[in-house]
């Protein structure tokens, strides 16, 4: 299978402060993947440098076998909720139809086909009768579901989401991760970071667990043992398992 990530000695500073450390690390493409590890291990950090958001100080990144700039339109991202100005007066309908614009062209306005496929990503999240309102009156799981609905619209083959889950609602985290496990299903590639690990298992086929330096990646079974996890949290933990069978 075609790789859908390449990392090859990755080292990226904060104020001279060393944040990720020689990250190597490929993920096959068609996977839904998670990225873990305790607070401040540089997970937001390790999404910001693939995506190009933050200068790295030196390695190489590869997606799909090609640089940021070839995949750019290629590529969706959804930030932390915490990272969006939720008090920009913009509706719900015009927020999905956000994400038809980098295959737009310069000086190109939406046509009605992608008004409607605006509108078909809003109904995916079951959002619809929600698309003339601002989006600051929604819920914290309903501007999550909003996001996830933009992501969609711009067709990409790659996708990261940076916690997801976080402060929403038990209805729109069982609709997200099915919609995650459905683009995974017709062959794209979804990164997620993510903090709940009574969820891993049942949510992720592969991880990235990181604390600085890569602890593990590959399969949910290797990675996710105790000895990896104490390494990466540098202390012993008790996981209750998800009674969800796994997808």
Not at 2 to 22: A, F, G, N, P
Not at 32 to 57: F, M, V
Request: net charge neutral; hydrophobic share 40%.
């Amino acid at each position: 299978m075609s790789k859908s990530l390449e990392i090859q000695q990755l080292h990226v500073s904060y104020h001279k402060t060393e944040v990720l450390r020689d990250i190597n690390l490929s993920v096959e493409a068609g996977k839904l993947i998670g990225i873990i590890g305790p607070n401040g291990a540089g997970k937001s950090t390790l999404l910001k440098s693939i995506l190009g958001l933050i200068p790295i100080d030196k390695g190489k990144i590869k997606i799909y076998n090609k640089s940021l700039d070839q995949m750019r339109k290629k590529i969706a991202y959804v930030p932390q909720r915490s990272n969006i100005d939720w008090d920009f007066p913009i509706l719900v309908k015009d927020t999905v139809l956000l994400g038809t614009y980098p295959k737009l062209g310069l000086f190109h306005r939406p046509k009605q086909d992608d008004k409607d496929w605006a509108m078909e990503c809003l109904i995916k999240v079951g959002m619809e009768e929600y698309a003339d309102s601002q989006i600051g009156e929604l819920s914290g799981g309903q501007q999550q579901r909003v996001f996830v609905a933009r992501s969609l619209a711009q067709r990409s083959e790659c996708f990261f989401f940076d916690e997801p889950f976080v402060g929403i609602d038990i209805t729109s985290e069982k609709i997200i991760i099915d919609i995650l496990r459905e683009l995974r299903n017709e062959g794209k590639t979804v990164f997620v970071i993510h903090h709940d690990l009574m969820k891993v298992e049942s949510y992720f086929d592969e991880l990235i667990l990181i604390n600085k330096d890569l602890i593990a990646c590959g399969p949910v079974d290797l990675v996710f043992k105790p000895e990896l996890m104490e390494a990466a949290y540098q202390a012993p933990l008790f996981i209750p398992r998800d009674p969800e069978v796994k997808k």
